[in-house]
């Protein structure tokens, strides 16, 4: 009952923090609206020409004020239902894509993992053209030849079986990738900007991280509901495709919402070359140091949180008492006995309402505190490096270990707003898309050669907890540099007076304003 119990008490934290933000948007909406409804009464009472032009003007500044939220709101739902369709066929197929390879399809280890290496290093080297091309073609048609591509991944991941064939799959997947951590954010940012919707949230308005952060948490939802259905739908056809069929599905109706939906943005193109786009986004990263600190730190951060999803599972194998490891030491779990598998959704769902539970918390200390994004995102890294040394420290401590995890996911909750916000200002609109994808190239590679040094390690007694424990370290190591970097590059954004630009001028015109020295 240890991982049920735990699973319920996340949940149960995430529905108190999430009733209690309920109640503070209404405490404000309706400490508006009363503040109106007053001045109202007391221009009509006071029965004086000026008293009744002001109260004139009131009622128009809450007709406009609303019309705008109602615009604002519109936006977010058209913006939400694609997001939540997207990155649910991604969850869905996510955590039996290695069990497909494995047990299904009956591929060594070895193969599984060049599978996986494939994916990545496509999308490496894919990174700065995918973000060109939606900087030029348009971000509306690379979302939508992202849904085609990733269902094509799809297909030849379910029906081939030759392992070239698979591999061009994984290449799909990795391609496809890059847009999905590319094209959609560019392209929603850019029509936040152009539809006026940076105004405060006094005027109608969303904020940008109040939007990332119910981002965060949607994903959170989907992610433990679409967990939750794929392992039904895989019980119930007996066979690890039917994810992988239904995800498709779904990444047809997001196309055709897209389709339907959204209209058409693109960035500044340059009338050279394509190359010279590309160029372009590599100056905005080189030539202001807060662009560059937050890109390295997303390296740091995003590498590491990849790192953590291939090796959770054998930590806290090893900590349980089920691991190579742990059986050679003689460890083992008072909750389990070594020849009863983890409740691996069970744990995983842990994780996704952590995660949840961090963008929630989030969006407390932004809504009621002093602080702010600059201010946060440094204290998310240095608690992120601390949970990968907790996990060394106390690795045969199955408790530990997984609230560990459990601490590191609600970091991961805390970062993604935080990084969004601060990339959405710090990055001009023209560019937007290929400076995201440019981004994610040292990401990538971090992670193949975390994977290609795991490939050629020698297969010994313990090689495999050593190893584990010393992709943790550097993982601690590169999140604290992450922290300091921006703690000392990022700090001279002042985000208090960037807000203001936000609502007067729109998120381009302060992203210019931020770049200058």
């Known amino acids: 009952m240890f991982y049920p119990t735990n699973l319920l008490a996340l949940v149960c934290t995430c529905s108190i923090l999430c009733w209690k933000q309920v109640q503070v948007s209404s405490a404000q909406k309706g400490t508006l609206a009363g503040s109106g409804d007053g001045r109202e009464i007391d221009g009509i009472r006071s029965g004086g020409i000026n008293e009744i032009v002001v109260d004139a003007h009131a009622v128009e500044m809450e007709i406009e004020k609303k019309r705008m939220r109602e615009v604002a709101y519109a936006f977010?739902?058209?913006?939400?239902?694609?997001?939540?369709?997207?990155w649910a066929a991604d969850w869905?197929?996510?955590?039996?894509?290695?069990?497909?390879?494995?047990?299904?399809?009956?591929?060594s280890e070895k193969m599984v993992a060049l599978f996986f290496m494939c994916g990545f290093l496509a999308a490496g080297v894919s990174a700065g053209v995918v973000g060109m091309l939606a900087d030029r073609?348009?971000?509306?048609?690379?979302?939508?030849?992202f849904c085609v591509a990733y269902a094509t991944s799809c297909w030849a991941t379910t029906y081939f079986t030759s392992p070239l064939l698979l591999i061009g799959g994984r290449i799909l997947g990795g391609v496809s990738t890059s847009i999905l951590y590319s094209a959609p954010e560019s392209w929603m940012v850019t029509e936040w900007a152009e539809r006026g919707l940076g105004v405060s949230e006094e005027l109608g308005g969303v904020s940008l991280s109040y939007l990332f952060g119910v981002l965060t948490q949607v994903n959170s939802v989907t992610a433990i509901g679409m967990g939750i259905f794929s392992e039904w739908l895989v019980e119930g056809t007996g066979t690890l495709k039917t994810p992988f069929l239904v995800a498709m599905g779904l990444l047809g109706v997001a196309g055709c919402v897209i389709a339907v939906t959204w209209t058409e943005n693109r960035g500044t193109v340059s009338q050279l070359s394509p190359w010279a786009d590309v160029k372009s986004a590599m100056r905005i990263i080189l030539d202001d140091s807060r662009v560059s600190a937050i890109g390295l730190s997303c390296c740091f951060f995003e590498g590491s949180m990849y790192l953590f999803v291939f090796f959770w599972t054998p930590s806290l194998q090893d900590a349980s008492g089920r691991g190579s490891t742990a059986l050679l030491t003689g460890s083992s779990s008072p909750h389990f006995t070594p020849t009863?598998?983890?409740?691996?959704?069970?744990?995983?769902?842990?994780?996704?309402?952590?995660m949840m539970a961090g963008s929630l918390i989030f969006n407390h200390l932004i809504t009621k505190t002093k602080l702010d994004q600059i201010r946060i995102l440094p204290y998310v890294f240095a608690v992120a490096s601390a949970m990968f040394v907790v996990s060394i420290w106390f690795g045969r401590h199955e408790w530990v270990v997984f609230w560990a995890w459990c601490v590191f996911e609600a970091c991961v909750g805390c970062y993604y707003p935080c990084v969004g916000y601060l990339k959405g200002v710090l990055v001009p609109s023209g560019q937007r898309a290929a400076v995201y994808a440019l981004m994610r190239i040292p990401l990538n590679v971090f992670v193949v050669a975390a994977f290609a040094v795991m490939q050629r390690r020698e297969k010994v007694e313990g090689a495999d907890a050593?190893?584990?424990?010393?992709?943790?370290?550097i993982c601690a190591v590169l999140l604290a540099a992450g922290g300091v970097l921006t703690a000392v590059y990022v700090r001279s954004l002042q985000p208090r007076a960037l807000r203001s630009t936000l609502g007067a001028r729109g998120l381009q015109h302060a992203a210019r304003y931020c770049s200058m020295d």
């Open 76 to 86: 977010v739902r058209s913006y939400v239902i694609v997001y939540v369709l997207v």
């Open 92 to 107: 869905l197929q996510g955590p039996h894509i290695y069990a497909l390879y494995k047990d299904e399809k009956e591929f």
């Open 137 to 145: 073609f348009g971000r509306k048609f690379m979302c939508m030849l």
């Open 340 to 354: 009863t598998p983890l409740p691996y959704g069970i744990i995983f769902a842990s994780f996704m309402a952590s």
């Open 466 to 473: 050593k190893y584990r424990n010393s992709v943790f370290s």
